[in-house]
């Protein structure tokens, strides 16, 4: 999920050093860390908040007061490696950057007026146990648009000053000279709100990362909810799959994959984040199969099910334009990079468009994703069950790694993997709860 803004002056003055992408001798992309100095600040990975102090600040809770307001969480480590470090970060009630340590304590981090990433220097990790124990805390207070980062090392973070305020600039994944371009890292997202509500999401519409499952027990009766995403060793067979597709049909699937220089694969990056690094890769990926998307509903309709008020609607390409019944806008051709990002070209929004065209984008894109419009019975959408998805090229073959690879079915591989034929299907990597008990967040083989 993607959810940080920042300001495109700030953008262009941090991205003014171009960085060299180092490719790997081999299949995959080789990370080459390098200093705060070759951090990027950009909409993905910076979050922004309100000015709050020339200097850090840091405020200590009392361990009791935590546990009698706010919301326990335990980290189970069944990862192995080396040394496995969280990092509790969001903005508070008043729009603050705040990093959370074990103890309750609060960390409010400042550039000092700097326009370029300045690195925070406080500690701000908290140490897991070894491999098989526990870590419990207490969240002591309400944070949106909050990550829990975990990570086989140190994760470099700095602070930038904007325009309204401080922001945080966060590891990348699509900056393979970031400090932390050569650790293996993920994230949980998070929101808890004054009422005491939570979200918590594990996705892999950005990136698969360290293998990160969670669980989360309410107050009110209901049922444990869990979420136990990819399977331990996802990221290297995941890696190896993209390798041979590769090696069948030419594209560079494997350079998805970033490895440490050792050549030991860290993480995948989606098609879409991919194009960050290499626009030219897929460019032309889609031509052939749009063509004929756009040939065969020319002379005969396509249905979409809107799965609401509207029910199901018509569409026909005129001009070279896809219409559709009650839609008040058309849809033109999709790029590659329309496919894979579902949300520019004829998937983009402005904000004025009505019910029936935003249920035809989520629809449209998945259908494309999933390479099913031109598969029998794909001329109503959605229609086939999940069996026939990715079963022809060109499709994402990331999508359909990841989800050969997910233990239960849960968490998104693209942007509206929630799409399907029944509309009730759960497929998000959420647990949520207006009386949340406990969030448990296992790190590397999930639970059994």
Known sequence: MKFFTVLAALMATAMAAPSIQVRAPGDFT????????????????????TYHSDNTTIHSRA?????ATGLPFQFVNNFGGSQVYAYVVGKDSSNRVVFVLADGTLVYPSSGGSGVPKPITQNIKIALPSRGNTLKMTLPMPLDSARIYFSEGELTFAMVKTDIGDGLVQPSVTNTQDPSAGLNWGFVELTYTPQRAIYANISYVDFVGMILSMSLTTTDGTPKQVTKGLDS??????CNGLADQGRSDGYPWSKMCVANKSGQPLRVLSPNDYTVIDGNGFKNYWDNYVNQVWTKYSSSPLTINTQGAAGKVSCKVTNNVLNCAGDNRGYNKPTAADIWGCNSGPFGKNGNENDVHLAVIARLCAAFTRSTLLANGGNVQPALASSNYYKTNPTSHYSRLVHVHEVDSKGYAFAYDDVNPDGNENASGVVSSGN?????????APPA
Request: glycine share 12%; net charge neutral; charged share 15%.
């Open 30 to 49: 080789i990370a080459q860390p390098g200093t705060v100095h070759d951090m990027k600040v950009t909409k993905e990975n910076t979050l922004n908040g």
């Open 63 to 67: 361990v009791n007061e935590a546990r």
């Open 233 to 238: 060793g996802a990221v290297s067979s995941v």
């Open 436 to 444: 949340p008990g406990t969030l448990t967040v296992y790190v590397g």
